[in-house]
C-alpha cells in the first residue's frame, strides 16, 4: 500500500512538471530512488490505476538506456530567460522555469522546497535581479552544487541606479546580452560544444529584427504617442518605441507593490483616461485588483482602447520573439484602429 | 484662503476617489454609530471584534471567488453572528475559549486564502486590502450593497430601540416586562454584523472594530444618555474618516514624498486620540467612563 501511495505521488510529481512546461529533473522513481526517471511521455502514457506500479518499474527500468545525462540542468527564475537558455543551448541543455503561470503576479511568488531542491541541482540559473526574484539568492545561497553559474539579468544590463522598474526583458537590449552570457557559461560547462552554443546565440540575436523593426516602425507612424499604463511591465517597450508614459510613476509603483496608490494619482489617471489624453492604457494581464479594475472600466466608458499585457511569457504556444512581436502588434493595433487587446 | 490651501491640499474637493471616501465614510461611521454604543453598554464589543477578525476570511474568500469584498464580509459576519447565537446559551467561560478558537482558525484560514489568490490568481495587494483597506480604494460597485447592509442595519436598531436598551442595562427588569430578548438580541447580533462589514469595507478587516466600538467609547465618556452618547459617536465618528480622509490626502505631500499614507492608519489613530481625550475629560470630572468596555 505504501508503494502504491509513493507511486501515485511520483505520478502527481511528474504531472505537475509536465503541466509546467518543464522538460528536466524528474523526481527520482520511488521504486529505485537511485535511478532518475528521463522519459515523462513514457511515464506518463500509463494512466491507469491498475498499471500504475508497473509502468513505474518499466519507467525506472528504462533510465539506464536514456542518453541524456550530458545535458546542462539549467534554471530561468522567469519563464522568459528560461526559454532564451533553451533556445541558446538546444539539444545540450534541460531547462526548468520558476515562474511562468501567466495568471500569477511574480512579485508574489514564493519559494516552495520543490523548487529548492531543483535550484540545488541546477549547474546553470539565470535570474532578473533588482529585488525581482530575491528569493532565488536565498535558494543559491542554501544549496547549491560546486561551480554553479549564476547569471544576473541586472548585472548585464547596467540599468540606471535606483531604477523603479525591474522589467528588463521588455527592453530590446536585454535579451541579447542574456543570450551572449548563457553561450558563455554553457561553454564554460561543457567547452566541446563552444561553437554550437555561440552559432545559436547569433541565430538567437539575428531572430529579434522582426521585433526590432516593428519598435522602430511604430517610433517612426506615431512617434511620442502618449499613452498610459497600470504598471511600468511594458514601460521598457514603450521607450523603444517612443512613446510617452503619462501615468504617475508613483501610481505605477504602487500598483506594482501591491499597495493602494494615492488619490491624487488615482484622479490624474482618470482624467488621463477620460478626456482622452493617451491613445492607449496598457495594464498587466497578471496583476489585478480592484484600482486596475477601475481604471480599465473608466477607459472603456471613454473609448480609449486597452491593451493587456504579460509579466512572464505567456506559454504555452509562445517564445520570447513572438511574445514581444504580439506585444507590439496589439500595441500598433491600439493606436493604429483603436482596436483593444486583452490577452492573448 | 491661504489656511483652507495648507489643511486641503489642491485639488481635494475636485478629486473623484476623495469624493466618494468622503460620503462612503459619512455613511459607514453614522451607521455604526448606534451600533456601537449599544455594543459598548450590552457589554458585546469583543463580539464586535470577532466579527471583525472572521469577517478577514469572508473578504479574502471574495476576493478569490472575484466577488465584491462587502459580500465575504457580510456573509462571514453573519455567519459569526449566527454561530455566536448559537453558542449565546452556553456558559461565559466556555464562549470564551471556543469564540478564541474559532478566531484564531478563522484568521488562519484568511492567510490560506489570500496565499491562494495572490499566488493562484495574481490579486496583487489582496492582504493588504483586506485587511488594512483603503477607503479610497472602494469601488462605486459597492454603494448598492453598503446601502443593503446599512439601512437594515440602522432599521432594526430603530425597531428594537427600546427593549434593547432594556434588556442591556437590566436583564432582569426587560424579562419582567416581556421583553423577548432573545429575538431582541438576534436583532441586534445581525445589525452589528452588517455594521462590521462596513466597517471592513471602509477601513479593512483587522481594523474594522476601531471604527465601530471606538467612536463610540469616546461618546460614551461625553455623555452617558444612550440617544445622546449615539450622537456624539456619529460625530466623532465621521470627524474622524473625513479629517483621516484629509490627512491621507496631504500626506502625498510627506515623505517618502509622491506616495501618502494609509488612510486607514488616519482614521484609527484619530478615533483613538478621541477616546483618550474622552477619558483624560471624563476622569477629570469625576465621572466614570462608560467606555471601559472597549
Given at each position: 500500500m505504501l508503494v502504491l501511495r509513493l507511486v501515485l505521488r511520483y505520478y502527481e510529481l511528474v504531472a505537475q512538471r509536465v503541466r509546467q512546461g518543464g522538460s528536466r529533473g524528474?523526481?527520482?522513481?520511488?521504486?529505485?530512488?537511485s535511478l532518475p526517471a528521463r522519459r515523462p511521455a513514457l511515464a506518463l502514457g500509463v494512466g491507469t490505476c491498475l498499471l500504475v506500479t508497473a509502468a513505474a518499474v518499466a519507467g525506472c527500468g528504462r533510465v539506464a538506456t536514456g542518453?541524456?545525462?550530458?545535458r546542462v540542468r539549467a534554471i530561468g527564475a522567469e519563464n522568459e530567460y528560461a526559454n532564451v537558455i533553451s533556445q541558446v543551448g538546444g539539444r545540450y541543455v534541460q531547462v526548468s522555469a520558476?515562474?511562468?503561470?501567466?495568471?500569477?503576479?511574480?512579485?508574489?511568488f514564493e519559494a516552495s522546497a520543490r523548487l529548492a531542491s531543483e535550484v540545488s541541482q541546477a549547474q546553470l540559473v539565470v535570474q532578473n535581479g533588482l529585488g525581482y526574484d530575491g528569493f532565488m539568492n536565498k535558494l543559491e545561497a542554501a544549496a547549491s552544487p560546486p561551480g554553479q553559474r549564476v547569471v544576473v539579468v541586472a548585472d548585464l544590463v547596467h540599468?540606471?541606479?535606483?531604477?523603479?522598474?525591474?522589467?528588463?526583458?521588455?527592453?530590446?537590449?536585454t535579451m541579447p546580452l542574456v543570450a551572449g552570457a548563457v553561450a558563455r557559461e554553457l561553454t564554460r560547462l561543457q567547452p566541446s560544444h563552444g561553437a554550437y552554443f555561440e552559432e545559436r546565440a547569433r541565430a538567437f540575436d539575428a531572430s529579434l529584427a522582426p521585433w526590432h523593426k516593428a519598435l522602430a516602425a511604430f517610433a517612426k507612424a506615431y512617434p511620442g504617442t502618449p499613452v498610459a499604463v497600470t504598471?511600468?511591465?511594458?514601460d521598457f517597450m514603450l521607450a523603444a518605441a517612443r512613446?510617452?508614459?503619462?501615468?504617475?510613476r508613483p501610481l505605477q509603483t504602487a500598483v506594482m507593490d501591491g499597495i493602494d496608490p494615492s488619490p491624487q494619482d488615482v484622479a490624474a489617471q482618470d482624467s488621463l483616461l477620460a478626456h482622452h489624453r493617451v491613445k492607449v492604457l496598457l495594464y498587466n494581464v497578471q496583476v489585478t485588483d480592484p484600482v486596475t479594475a477601475g481604471f480599465l472600466a473608466t477607459a472603456r466608458r471613454a473609448g480609449v482602447p486597452v491593451v493587456g499585457v504579460y509579466?512572464?511569457?505567456?506559454?504555452?504556444?509562445?517564445?520570447y520573439q513572438s511574445w514581444m512581436m504580439a506585444e507590439v502588434r496589439a500595441l500598433s493595433r491600439a493606436v493604429a484602429h483603436g482596436r483593444s487587446t486583452v490577452g492573448f | 484662503m491661504s489656511i483652507v490651501h495648507a489643511v486641503f491640499a489642491p485639488g481635494f474637493f475636485s478629486n473623484g476617489p476623495v469624493q466618494a471616501a468622503l460620503v462612503m465614510g459619512a455613511v459607514v461611521a453614522a451607521v455604526c454609530a448606534p451600533v456601537g454604543v449599544l455594543a459598548v453598554l450590552r457589554g458585546q464589543s469583543f463580539a464586535g471584534h470577532a466579527f471583525a477578525d472572521i469577517t478577514s476570511t469572508g473578504g479574502s474568500a471574495a476576493v478569490l471567488l472575484g466577488i465584491s469584498p462587502v459580500l465575504g464580509f457580510a456573509a462571514s459576519a453573519a455567519a459569526g453572528a449566527a454561530s455566536m447565537e448559537g453558542l449565546g446559551a452556553r456558559q461565559h467561560g466556555d464562549r470564551d475559549l471556543v469564540t478564541g478558537t474559532v478566531l484564531g482558525g478563522a484568521l488562519g484560514l484568511s492567510a490560506l486564502l489570500l496565499y491562494l489568490s495572490t499566488t493562484r490568481?495574481?490579486?496583487?495587494g489582496a492582504t493588504v486590502s483586506v485587511l488594512f483597506g483603503s477607503v479610497f480604494a472602494v469601488?462605486?460597485?459597492?454603494w448598492p450593497w453598503v446601502a443593503a447592509l446599512g439601512l437594515p442595519a440602522l432599521a432594526l436598531v430603530a425597531a428594537a430601540y427600546r427593549p434593547l436598551l432594556l434588556s442591556s442595562v437590566s436583564p432582569e427588569l426587560a424579562a419582567a416586562r416581556g421583553v423577548r430578548s432573545h429575538l431582541v438580541g438576534a436583532m441586534y447580533l445581525a445589525a452589528l454584523a452588517a455594521s462590521v462589514a462596513l466597517a471592513a469595507l471602509t477601513i479593512g478587516a483587522v481594523l474594522s472594530t476601531a471604527l465601530l466600538v471606538g467612536p463610540a467609547a469616546a461618546a460614551l465618556g461625553l455623555s452617558s444618555r444612550p440617544g445622546r452618547a449615539m450622537a456624539w459617536a456619529g460625530a466623532i465618528g465621521v470627524t474622524s474618516v473625513w479629517a483621516g480622509i484629509v490627512l491621507a490626502y496631504d500626506?502625498?505631500?510627506?515623505?517618502?514624498?509622491g506616495r501618502g499614507w494609509p488612510v486607514s492608519f488616519f482614521v484609527v489613530a484619530l478615533v483613538m486620540a478621541f477616546y483618550a481625550a474622552s477619558r483624560a475629560g471624563a476622569h477629570r470630572h469625576g465621572r466614570s467612563p462608560a467606555g471601559k468596555a472597549a
Open positions: 524528474f523526481p527520482a522513481c520511488p521504486v529505485h530512488p542518453a541524456a545525462g550530458a520558476v515562474m511562468g503561470n501567466p495568471d500569477v503576479d511574480p512579485h508574489d540599468p540606471r541606479p535606483g531604477t523603479f522598474n525591474p522589467h528588463l526583458w521588455y527592453s530590446p537590449a504598471e511600468p511591465v511594458a512613446a510617452r508614459v503619462l501615468t504617475p509579466e512572464t511569457m505567456p506559454a504555452p504556444g509562445y517564445d | 490568481q495574481g490579486t496583487s469601488s462605486s460597485a459597492n500626506s502625498y505631500s510627506w515623505p517618502p514624498a
